[in-house]
């Protein structure tokens, strides 16, 4: 698991999912079609993405098909950080 995984796994857990058992949320649980993250929560973890990798998200990519899951948060930020 990469440094970015690790972090945002964290960031998920403290933040949406608190007392959860840790091990049921994967690289590749869905977070925005399963259920666990809203339009705010979304919001909230790009906030924090953004704060924590000086990267920044363009509107087309705060969605399902870029965030869904902790690989895929992973891949966009290693992505932008170039």
Not at 3 to 13: A, R
């Amino acid at each position: 698991m990469s440094d970015v995984e690790y972090s945002v796994k964290q960031f998920i857990l403290k933040e949406f999912l608190p007392g959860e058992d840790p091990s049921e949320l994967t690289s590749s649980t869905p977070l925005i079609t399963g259920g666990i993250l809203d339009s705010l929560a979304t919001m909230k973890l790009v906030m924090f993405l953004e704060d924590s990798y000086g990267v920044k998200f363009e509107a087309h990519e705060v969605d399902p098909d870029h965030l869904d899951t902790v690989a895929d948060i992973a891949r966009l930020v290693a992505a932008k950080k170039g």
